[in-house]
């Protein structure tokens, strides 16, 4: 994965020097649409696991920075997605006690 910051001004999105000329870098609206920027252009490694791990943590990330709807939608979506592995866990637990008796 590419290096986003300079290492002589650290925390400094590159954005600033290509996408985001001329706008304040103290700014922070300009540093937050620098931010998104950089994660749009973030490139991942496909099909493995590691990047299967990194959108977890992309839907992680944009669901602390959601409000109202979009909050909820999010919970919603991680207490579907817990129920249905909790269904599968118990479905699994009795076939095997089931099996073994």
């Known amino acids: 994965m590419p290096d986003l910051h300079e290492p002589d001004r650290p925390g400094r999105s590159r954005q600033f020097d290509d996408e985001l000329l001329g706008l304040d870098p103290d700014d922070p609206e300009a540093q937050a649409?620098?931010?998104?920027l950089d994660r749009m252009q973030r490139q991942r490694p496909a099909f493995t696991v590691e990047g299967y791990l990194e959108g977890v943590r992309?839907?992680?990330?944009?669901?602390?920075?959601?409000?109202?709807g979009r909050?909820?939608?999010?919970?919603?979506v991680?207490?579907?997605l817990l129920l249905g592995v909790a269904w599968v866990v118990w479905e699994s637990l009795l076939f095997m006690l089931g099996a073994f008796l």
Do not use: I, Y
């Open 33 to 36: 649409f620098a931010a998104h």
């Open 58 to 68: 992309d839907f992680a990330d944009s669901a602390n920075r959601a409000e109202g």
């Open 71 to 76: 909050w909820w939608a999010a919970v919603t």
């Open 78 to 80: 991680v207490v579907l």
